[in-house]
């Protein structure tokens, strides 16, 4: 028996010391990939059939496309009702795990093919089916077209352009058909693979988006660009829904300078006399002069630009120091 | 790439499965090496001295289990001590640099080799690895009240001399010494921060948040709550407001995380209200018609009601779609 694993996305992408994934891993992705399975199948009849599955289905796929399960196995084992029947368990708890990551749902129940009783069937969620894209992605060298089309795809049917979204859907949903419009939406995939596999370590799939939304591209170029285009898109919006989204790209800002903060009293203080302002945020600097922090409150879409400048020009993150009159002599943390 | 470490978070290091065993192969050894800082403390009257990895490895050839079955019999029972060291010292240094990773001990620099001009590297506890081995001692039912003390001295002089709290450091100062005063301090902190060893990833998410607690005792839930209003209340107002403020953050993230309707109303609702330091915005549900209503409330009287009635409906409150009363239960966030 073992005990429950505590779900985090990362598990799927965990590695071995030799820089393999690990049984888990490899399982939990071929999972996941099954939707990619089903949407080509689905695509290919025009069969917009329901796509949801028992156990048993998914547990048969994966013994037969799960290279680890192969070679254990073999490519078609004859006694597969007796390989899932031993190890449907192993199955069911992986299947409760991506449950609890909001992956995979239940949808119902159905008559059991053989016998009086019913079982439970469930269907990936569009955050299940957009991870299946990106592992599907990391098998192939240079992300093919119709995977990037997939994700965008689903990217829009996660984040709808509703009267009732919210502001960050609506805000997702503008940036990622602007970049989808100027032809670079292939980036985002990029990142959402570089992301995965990386050594970050990603507790839930909002954690994911963050991150990709940070734009960290190993190419400065890439990173001035679209650090840019999101603000634009961010510009474009209308007044209350950009209100809205300051006021969260702020709570995120602050919550990230709370992480750092050398001096908390003073940052405490200032994020509380700023608290209503949505436009601006409070920062710890460092002056190099006085050699103390100082708490300030700077504008948001101001602070943006000036780490965006800050990557284009090589130069540190900094400012004048008030106090000592020192031209670039406050050092700003990079919260971006 | 994302490397299995051998321990990666806090949880490894306690987490066992249905029958008992630890998940992790080395999960004990990790205790067992946490423990030398008794030894250090015995010692040396400071946990936080630096030791040699030779030492420990030393101690931990009597003291961990496994280690000391390996050498029992004949004919391994005569390797000499230097060869058995040697042989696990990979092993340890690796889960040393696994749980400086954690920040339950850093490395205190190089010193001179024993025997040799070299230098080695040496190691010290943080007072996070001190809390972690206090806690696995209080496990100890004879050392439960001693332990507490302890924990209490540490924690105490930790939030004093902190930097990275301010109104939540002044917060747990005053309460941790009305646990005290009542005799609850072991109940109310040490048996919590024992609960979260199993769950915890990092360090912060141990001690995170240990002004926002649940308790499903009536008679316990009560008397957290009057503690709680009674330091709240102390607190200069000034400090009062951060504190609300800060909670208000922690607790508004977490329901932005676990809301079901995440639509505009909820966001309109959490700006509008973004000045206000002690309102809260809540996604209830009602029992009768299994809607999910917006609300907002005072941080203290949430507090108080998620404690003393959690799975009560809220009393005197409409449902506004199927216009039942008294049928609306709020979350614990």
């Known amino acids: 028996m073992r005990a429950k694993e505590l779900p985090r996305i990362d598990s799927i992408f965990r590695k071995n010391k030799d820089g393999n994934y690990t049984a888990s891993a490899f399982l939990l992705q071929h999972m996941l990939k099954r939707s990619v399975f089903l949407n080509k199948v689905q695509n290919e009849s025009n069969d917009n059939d329901d796509s949801s599955f028992s156990l048993w289905e998914i547990a048969r796929w994966v013994i037969s496309n799960d290279p680890n399960l192969v070679q254990k196995y073999g490519p078609k084992p004859p006694n597969v009702e007796e390989i899932i029947e031993n190890t449907q368990m192993r199955f069911k708890r992986k299947l409760v795990h991506l449950m609890d990551l909001g992956l995979i749902q239940k949808s119902g129940t159905r008559l059991q093919e053989k016998g009086m009783g019913t079982v439970d069937v469930y269907k990936y969620t569009e955050y299940g089916q957009l991870l299946a894209f990106i592992i599907e992605g990391l098998d192939h060298n240079g992300q093919p077209r119709s995977i990037n089309n997939e994700i965008f795809d689903l990217l829009c049917l996660i984040f709808p352009l509703k009267e009732d979204s919210p502001a960050s859907s ?10 989808k419009d100027r032809g670079v939406f292939e980036n985002i995939t990029v990142l959402f693979r570089e992301a995965v596999s990386s050594d970050i370590p990603f507790i839930s799939i909002i954690d994911l988006f963050q991150y990709v939304l940070r734009f960290k591209f190993n190419d400065k170029e890439r990173m001035i660009y679209f650090n840019n285009l999101f603000d634009e898109t961010i510009n474009e919006l209308d007044s209350k829904t950009k209100e809205l989204i300051l006021c969260s790209l702020k709570l995120e800002i602050e919550d990230r300078m709370k992480e750092q ?14 608290r209503a302002d949505f436009r601006k945020i409070a920062l710890e600097s460092f002056c190099i002069g006085c050699q103390q922090f100082f708490h300030i409150p700077f504008d948001l879409l101001e602070y943006r630009k000036k780490v965006r400048n800050s990557y284009n020009e090589f130069l540190e993150l900094t400012t004048k120091c008030r106090r000592c009159g020192l031209d670039n002599g406050l050092i700003l943390p990079n919260l971006i | 790439m994302l490397f299995t470490k051998s321990i990666s978070s806090i949880d490894q290091i306690f987490r066992k499965d249905k029958i008992g065993n630890y998940v992790k192969r080395n999960a004990k050894l990790s205790q067992d090496i946490l423990s030398y800082a008794l030894v250090i403390q015995q010692e040396k009257s400071n946990y936080n001295k630096p030791f040699y990895v030779w030492d420990l490895a030393q101690w931990l050839m009597d003291k961990h289990l496994e280690f000391r079955e390996r050498y029992q019999y004949n004919p391994v029972s005569n390797t000499p001590s230097k060869s058995r060291v040697q042989y696990v010292m990979d092993r340890i240094r690796g889960l040393l640099y696994d749980l400086s990773s954690l920040q ?20 010290k506890y943080t007072s996070a690895g001190y809390l ?14 001693s ?90 107002p000034n400090v009062k407001e951060l504190l609300l403020h800060d909670i208000k953050l922690t607790l508004q993230t977490t329901m932005s995380k676990r809301i079901v309707v995440h639509d505009k109303a909820y966001e309109d609702l959490v700006f509008e209200l973004r000045g206000r330091y002690d309102r809260l915005v809540l996604e209830g549900k009602c029992q009768n018609c299994q809607s999910y209503i917006l609300m907002a409330d005072d941080i203290a009287h949430y507090l108080r009601r998620s404690n003393l009635a959690p799975n009560v409906p809220l009393s005197g409150v409409r449902c506004i779609r199927c216009d039942k009363d008294n049928s609306i239960i709020i979350p614990r966030l």
């Not at chain 1, 609506?170 to 970049?179: G, N, P, Q």
């Not at chain 1, 903060?261 to 700023?274: N, Q, S």
């Not at chain 2, 620099?109 to 040496?122: L, M, S, Y």
């Not at chain 2, 806690?135 to 039912?141: A, T």
């Open chain 2, 147 to 236: 332990v507490a003390n302890e924990i209490y001295d540490l924690l105490n002089s930790d939030y004093r001399a902190s930097s990275s709290s301010y109104s939540y450091g002044i917060f747990l100062i005053a309460v941790f010494k009305k646990y005290k005063e009542k005799g609850v301090f072991s109940e109310f902190l040490v048996d919590v921060l024992r609960n979260r060893l199993d769950s915890a990833t990092t360090i912060g998410d141990l001690v995170a948040r240990l002004d926002v607690l649940y308790f499903d005792e009536t008679e316990k839930a009560k008397m957290f709550i009057d503690i709680w209003f009674q330091t709240l209340n102390e607190l200069e």
């Open chain 1, 170 to 179: 609506i805000l997702y949903s503008k940036f990622f058909r602007k970049c």
């Open chain 1, 261 to 274: 903060a050398g001096y908390f009293e003073g940052f405490e203080k200032m994020r509380f006399t700023l």
């Open chain 2, 104 to 123: 339950l001990l850093e490395s205190a620099g190089a010193a001179h080799q024993r025997r040799g001009t070299g230098f080695v590297e040496i190691y």
């Open chain 2, 132 to 145: 972690i081995v206090l806690l696995i001692e209080s496990m100890d039912p004879a050392k439960k009240e």
